[in-house]
């Protein structure tokens, strides 16, 4: 191979390394474009993260003092539903011991009709 054929040769193989070269600064730019992308998209889905969380702490704080709520209505519930029992438990006596009377009242008045 003389000096020409040489020359060219290498011309033509600093070319294919030129062009590759190129495609590698083209390829690195595109992974540099799309890297900040992907950071742009990691940042939004952390804000979006964060604002769920916030959310998500302010609904288990509404879920705690509902169920706070819940239990005193529960508390209040029961009490009254006792009040209720003892009251129902006083008529029936009260109830009872009219009856009772009605009937000795009765047996009283028969005994002073049957007198006549």
Known sequence: ????????R??????????????????LV????????MKEV???????LQRQSETLDRQSETLDRQSEKMDRQSEMMR???EAFMAEMKQ?????????DTTD???KIVDRLLSKE
Do not use: P, Y
């Open 79 to 81: 009490q009254n539903h």
């Open 104 to 106: 000795r009242l009765v």
């Open 42 to 48: 990691m940042r939004q889905q952390s804000e979006v």
């Open 1 to 8: 191979m003389d000096t020409d054929q040489k020359l060219d």
């Open 30 to 37: 595109e992974f540099r474009l799309d890297l900040r992308e």
């Open 91 to 99: 008529i029936r006596e009260v109830s009872q011991q009219q009856a």
């Open 10 to 27: 290498l011309d033509q193989k600093l070319e294919i390394l030129t062009d590759q070269v190129g495609r590698l600064t083209e390829g």
